[in-house]
Structures are given as structure tokens and as C-alpha cells.
């Protein structure tokens, strides 16, 4: 009876390892292929960051571009500003020197106007004396 008990743990025992084994080697061959997975895997990610981070670049870049081409606006809106305002003024002086000049005109044309009238009347009453 103890050779029966023996013989059927041995069986057992002999079947347990029978099944661990094709087990085991799977286990193994699962192993390495997760393994190689995951070096794909990190390879992979490894190249994407690359380009995530020469993307980052020009994106810097561009955006340096960007900056110094508003700081050119500004400066140029800036220098536009300016002109407009010295237009403005130089308008204004023109429109004092204008309204200066009638005002003079006006007043030479006055004067020469009456001078004429009292030069005429002159001439009349010395010609109608005479």
C-alpha cells in the first residue's frame, strides 16, 4: 500500500512537472517578448521626444520671430504716430501764418483803399479849384 502511495505521488508529481514545464517556457518566451516590447516601446517614445522637442524649437523660434516682428510694429506705429503729430502741428502753423496774412492783407487792402479814395477826392476838388 505504501508502494501504491508512492507510485501515485510519483505519478502525480511526475504529471505536476510534466504541466510546469511547457508552463515555465511560456512564462519565459512571454517574458522576452514583453522585454523586447517594452525596448520597442522605449524606442519609440525615445524618437517621439526627440521630435516633440525639436517641434518645441521651431515653436520658440517662431515665436521669437513673432516678438521681434511686434516690436517692430510698435516702434514703426510708434514713429507714424509721431509724423501725424507733426503734420497736425505743422497744419496748425500753416493755418496761424494763413489767417496772419489775411488779416495783414485784409488791412493793407484797407488802407490802400482809403489812401486811393483820399487821393481821388484831392485830385477832384484841386482840379475842380483850379
Known amino acids: 500500500m505504501l508502494e501504491l502511495a508512492l507510485v501515485l505521488i510519483g ?3 511526475a504529471v505536476a512537472v510534466g504541466f510546469l514545464i511547457p508552463t515555465l517556457i511560456e512564462l519565459r518566451r512571454t517574458a522576452k517578448e514583453t522585454t523586447n516590447f517594452l525596448k520597442n516601446t522605449e524606442d519609440s517614445l525615445k524618437s517621439t521626444l526627440k521630435e516633440m522637442e525639436e517641434t ?3 515653436l520658440r523660434s517662431i ?4 516678438n521681434a516682428v ?3 510694429v510698435k516702434t514703426f506705429s510708434s514713429a507714424v504716430t509721431d509724423v ?6 505743422m497744419s496748425e502753423l500753416i493755418q496761424d501764418v494763413r489767417s496772419k496774412a489775411a488779416v495783414r492783407v485784409s488791412g493793407i487792402r484797407a488802407g490802400v483803399k482809403t489812401a486811393l ?3 481821388l ?3 477832384v476838388k484841386k482840379g475842380g479849384s483850379q
Open 63 to 66: 515665436t521669437d520671430n513673432v
Open 11 to 13: 505519478v502525480a508529481l
Open 84 to 89: 501725424a503729430e507733426n503734420i497736425r502741428d
Open 117 to 119: 479814395e483820399v487821393l
Open 56 to 58: 518645441m524649437r521651431s
Open 121 to 123: 477826392k484831392n485830385l
Open 70 to 72: 511686434t516690436s517692430n
